[in-house]
């Protein structure tokens, strides 16, 4: 047939419709010729990267090659030219967790978060056992397999690999799930910046919305810098409490990931319900045209903006942005945002 075709080691896939677009990938979907079988092709611009962004690409290949989970999409094959890399991926038919909790106002009931949060704890152990911290959790990055029943884990951009007890120093991420510790510039346990970001998403899972969102950013790094938030009544006493263990301020105080799979309000679910056969009934709704986003390739412009954080310890990185200095203490910190 006619259209645009790819070849690969693996075969010849047809590309079809766009499914999102970033600064510099655009995410098609495409089928594979022989096999049939549908796949996402993320389309990376070389020419338009610059270092920073070639170097979280760089990372998102290695650390994705290194990561083969159930609830991990799957990077199937690379293929690099001249001035393109297509990067062959595992194709999420059910959407995101973002779109998922706003389509459930007031949070989802408790046995689903459940079993949803269980599958997204599992990546996350998976890959800090293999030295990889992603670094950017957020429901957006979380991804919806209904003939699997399974959600999994997506956008490792901010990935990076990390030696147990040594300190990360880069910031990244996005201000609502971020932790103190990364707005506050100083080095960071790695694995403790995605328990953070765990906690968040579980509040956004049972309450509907995030724990610290404010009308401007300003306000909202201040409430994360003071861990401040509210959950509403509705939320029973054994959530409350495992979402308490992982938004701790100081990172030494979070609970570890074996602590969170023992803990009490994730017990009784039995693998058969992590990973169900048959599609769940949310299902109806999420194939509109529109749903298939195999997690946007820069995520969601403008609404969620993407930072990065310099402390002003002498060296001072000007960028073609708008920054804000917050004071907090004695430190000041650079929020640059990407318009």
């Avoid at 956008?155 to 990244?172: E, H, I, K, R, Y």
């Amino acid at each position: 047939g006619g259209g645009v075709k790819l070849h690969s080691q693996g075969g010849l896939y047809h590309l079809g419709r766009t499914l999102g677009r970033g600064h510099f990938a655009v995410v098609k979907l495409a089928r594979h010729v022989s096999t049939r079988q549908l796949v996402a092709v993320k389309m990376i611009d070389k020419t338009k990267l610059d270092v920073m962004a070639a170097s979280h690409l760089l990372q998102e290949v290695r650390c994705m090659r290194l990561v083969q989970h159930p609830n991990v999409v799957r990077l199937y094959e690379v293929i690099d030219t001249p001035t393109t890399l297509y990067l062959i991926m595992e194709l999420a038919e059910g959407g995101d967790l973002y779109d998922y909790i706003l389509r459930h106002e007031g949070g989802v009931a408790e046995g689903t978060a459940k079993r949803h949060f269980a599958q997204i704890v599992r990546a996350v152990a998976y890959c800090h056992q293999l030295h990889v911290v992603h670094r950017d959790l957020k429901p957006e990055n979380v991804v919806f397999f209904p003939q699997q029943g399974a959600v999994k884990l997506t956008d490792f951009g901010f990935s990076n690999l990390f030696q147990p007890g040594t300190m990360l120093a880069t910031s990244c991420g996005s201000l609502a799930y971020s932790a103190p510790e990364i707005l506050l510039g100083e080095e960071y346990d790695a694995p403790a910046v995605d328990i953070w970001s765990l906690g968040v998403i579980l509040y956004m899972l049972v309450c509907g919305a995030p724990p610290f969102q404010e009308t401007n950013d300003s306000e909202t790094l201040v409430m994360i810098l003071d861990c401040r938030y509210r959950v509403p009544e509705h939320v029973s006493g054994g959530c409350r409490d495992l979402i308490s263990r992982m938004l701790q301020k100081d990172p030494s105080h979070r609970a570890s990931l074996q602590e969170i799979e023992a803990h009490d309000w994730l017990q009784g679910l039995d693998d058969a319900l992590l990973s169900p056969e048959a599609p769940p009934h949310w299902l109806s709704g999420a194939l509109s045209p529109s749903s298939p986003r195999c997690g946007a390739p820069d995520g969601r412009q403008g609404e969620m903006s993407l930072f990065f954080l310099f402390c002003l310890k002498g060296a001072y990185t000007t960028m073609k942005m708008g920054f804000t200095l917050y004071m907090h203490g004695l430190r000041v910190i650079v929020v640059l945002t990407v318009k």
